[in-house]
């Protein structure tokens, strides 16, 4: 919300019909022999208008998803033998936005948050695909399954076998869900394949993990030792 004052003069304000666009501000002196008018762009990204997730987690914190812009639907694979169905929380980037998360009822199942800006008529919703890894079709069952140095040291690494050529990510959190480490793989090939992650520069102790393969994204948690 854009708002002016000027003494003794009129101020008036004309806000864009769409984004992007120009709120126009006009000032006109009270004999009306003069005026001033400003032009101030609004962007999509203006916080206004903005209904972004910050951050999504699960397990009470415990488990993070990372948030990537414009994306608004993430599959979680759970480990095997998973049948606690997760409790989303969610944080928003603008202060003053709001949100409500219908968690999901069954696992395979779906979590929705509704953010509305503070422009009450901008409004986005992101999707949870909740699955348990046996529920994996068979032919993702192999690139489901990374397999990662735990303890690690000073390099993190990651083993992890592809069907197919596929973008992987690698996120890693400290225990305040803040991102400390994150790789991004545009296309590894098929086959099997081996990541190194530098690591030596992070303080010993327990951090959680995303890696997503192929939009599947897999969680848990990893120990930083000597």
């Known amino acids: 919300m854009i708002t002016a004052v000027a003494e003794n003069a009129l101020v008036f304000i004309t806000y864009p019909k769409t984004l992007p666009g120009y709120t126009s ?5 009270k004999n009306k022999q003069n005026q001033s008018l400003y032009r101030i762009y609004n962007s999509k990204d203006s916080a206004f208008w903005n209904a972004d997730l910050q951050l999504i987690t ?6 993070t998803i990372p948030v990537q812009h414009g994306v608004y639907e ?37 979590a929705v948050i509704d953010v509305t800006a503070i422009d009450v008529n901008v409004k986005k919703q992101y999707k949870i695909h909740f699955t348990v890894i046996n529920g994996v079709r068979p032919d993702e069952m192999a690139q489901a399954i990374p397999v990662i140095q735990n303890p690690f040291g000073e390099q993190i690494h990651i083993a992890v076998s592809l069907m197919d050529t596929f973008p992987v990510n690698f996120d890693l959190f400290d225990i305040t869900g803040r991102r400390v480490l994150s790789e991004a793989y545009a296309g590894l090939p098929g086959g099997m394949e081996t990541l190194e992650i530098r690591a030596g520069h992070l303080p010993q102790g327990i951090y959680s993990y995303s890696m997503t393969i ?7 948690k990893l120990v930083k030792s000597e």
Do not use: H, R, W
């Open 25 to 29: 501000v006009l000032i006109t002196s």
């Open 58 to 63: 699960y397990n009470s914190g415990k488990d």
């Open 74 to 110: 993430y599959n979680v694979v759970l480990p095997a033998g998973t049948t606690t169905i997760p409790v989303l929380s969610a944080k928003v980037i603008v202060a003053g936005s709001n949100f409500i998360i219908t968690q999901a009822s069954s696992l395979p199942g779906t």
């Open 214 to 220: 192929n939009g599947m994204i897999i969680t848990g």
